[in-house]
């Protein structure tokens, strides 16, 4: 049988988007993100499942580095999943919300819930903690008034109550989560995909005037349409940077090679990290 990795423990968004989007596969947590990259790099597991981009704090910085310099995993598809933060306390916390003297979660959760944190809690000490089921698990077992942001999943699977509903500062919140695998055959989402994608990451050959707009021009006037553009630093010193582009479109044997073609004649370093379909689901 299959085996999926995510980061756990129980109660985190990215097990239920596991959850959601796969079936019978055996599930296997893991307390950090390179942990379970690193265990579909080895052959451990056939799937991983981490977290890429949340639509309010942006991109989990941690997933594209590892993916980038350290372990690189083809992409084989995207999962969408709508994220609804709740302040989670013990079942016996009966006080004010004024009384809860800290607040754990992931950093992520965490910053998308920053006004009401700001205006509910503004004396809780912030904690945060590898991932929301981590920070669901640490109130469950403290005998301390303290609270967690997590998603409702966490509070059935901890036995906490859910004290405040929907505390994200922006309604419409949803994470981009990404499917590795070495093997994209083990992968079956039993779900209508919306669209297809492909990721690339390209390197300057050196900080000039115009080498952005250079690159964007060799997808523009081939009306190729980029959902995404993103610099991230290469670690070689200050002012070196890398673009990683989302083209909404499968990589195919005319556009893309043109395109490649064409940066690599400007010096560019071109690689594709993964060409795949985007599943859009509903919680």
């Known amino acids: 049988m299959k085996t999926i990795g995510y980061l756990g423990p129980k109660g985190t968004f990215t097990k239920l988007a596991v959850d959601t989007a796969f079936n019978d596969e055996e599930r296997r947590s893991f307390t950090t993100i390179p942990e379970c990259i690193d265990a579909v790099d080895q052959g451990k597991i056939e799937i991983g499942v981490v977290p890429l981009e949340n639509a309010i704090e942006g991109t989990v910085q941690l997933t594209v580095d590892y993916l980038v310099h350290q372990v690189r995993l083809p992409v084989v598809a995207e999962i969408v999943v709508p994220i609804q933060q709740h302040l989670l306390v013990r079942k016996d916390f009966s006080g004010e919300l004024?009384?809860?003297?800290?607040?754990?979660?992931?950093?992520?959760?965490?910053?998308?819930?920053?006004?009401?944190?700001?205006?509910?809690?503004?004396d809780a000490n912030i904690q945060f903690s590898s991932s929301t089921g981590k920070a669901a698990e640490l109130v469950s077992e403290s005998k301390e008034p303290i609270a967690a942001i997590g998603n409702i999943i966490a509070a059935k699977e901890y036995g906490l109550q859910i004290v405040k509903e929907n505390i994200h500062d922006y309604p419409n919140n949803h994470t981009r989560f990404l499917v590795l695998a070495q093997d994209r055959s083990v992968v079956s989402i039993n779900h209508p995909?919306?669209?297809?994608?492909?990721?690339?990451?390209?390197?300057?050959?050196?900080?000039?005037?115009?080498?952005?707009?250079?690159?964007?021009?060799?997808?523009a006037w081939r009306k190729m349409n980029l959902s995404k553009i993103e610099s991230?630093?290469?670690?070689?010193?200050?002012?070196?940077?890398?673009?990683i582009i989302d083209v909404d479109q499968t990589y195919d044997d005319v556009l893309f090679p043109g395109v490649k073609q064409e940066l690599e004649a400007l010096g560019c370093s071109v690689d594709i990290l993964g060409t795949y379909p985007v599943y859009h689901l509903n919680i």
């Open 193 to 219: 995909a919306k669209l297809e994608r492909t990721t690339m990451m390209i390197t300057l050959p050196s900080d000039k005037s115009g080498a952005l707009h250079q690159i964007l021009s060799a997808f």
């Open 232 to 243: 991230r630093p290469t670690k070689t010193g200050l002012g070196n940077y890398f673009f």
């Open 98 to 122: 004024s009384t809860l003297k800290e607040v754990h979660s992931h950093s992520h959760a965490i910053a998308q819930c920053h006004q009401f944190i700001h205006q509910h809690l503004p």
